[in-house]
Nanobody, 124 residues
């Protein structure tokens, strides 16, 4: 089993930045593709970004391309999401998750282990 703990969320002004972290325990994340998802109030959980096992490949939702950057440090068993130029539409709980599939999946149902989430709030 893998336990994931997200951190780094908070309240920022529009245009601000945060660095979200996802620390894993129980198993090495190098075995998994990692993804970040978010869920806004009243909406379904949606894919934000994903990264391959080695970190050599990444994928982003169109809505965050150019503003968000996913990275991983397998030695530290941690995945990161740098979120820049935050806008009110980015307000959500952000989750990290593991996928055992070969490629980066955008389907939430293809991710197995989930953290508890970290809240990102943007003031306009």
């Amino acid at each position: 089993q893998v336990q994931l703990v997200e951190s780094g969320g908070g309240l920022v002004q529009a245009g601000g930045s945060l660095r979200l972290s996802c620390a894993a325990s129980g198993r090495r994340i190098s075995s998994y593709v990692m993804g970040w998802f978010r869920q806004a109030p009243g909406k379904e959980r949606e894919f934000v970004a994903g990264i391959s096992r080695s970190g050599g490949s990444t994928s982003y939702a169109d809505s965050v391309k150019g503003r968000f950057t996913i990275s991983r440090d397998n030695a530290k068993n941690t995945v990161y999401l740098q979120v820049n130029s935050l806008q009110p539409e980015d307000v959500a709980v952000y989750y990290c998750a593991t996928s055992a599939n070969m490629g980066i999946e955008t389907n939430v149902n293809l991710y197995k282990h989930w953290g508890q989430g970290t809240q990102v709030t943007v003031s306009s």
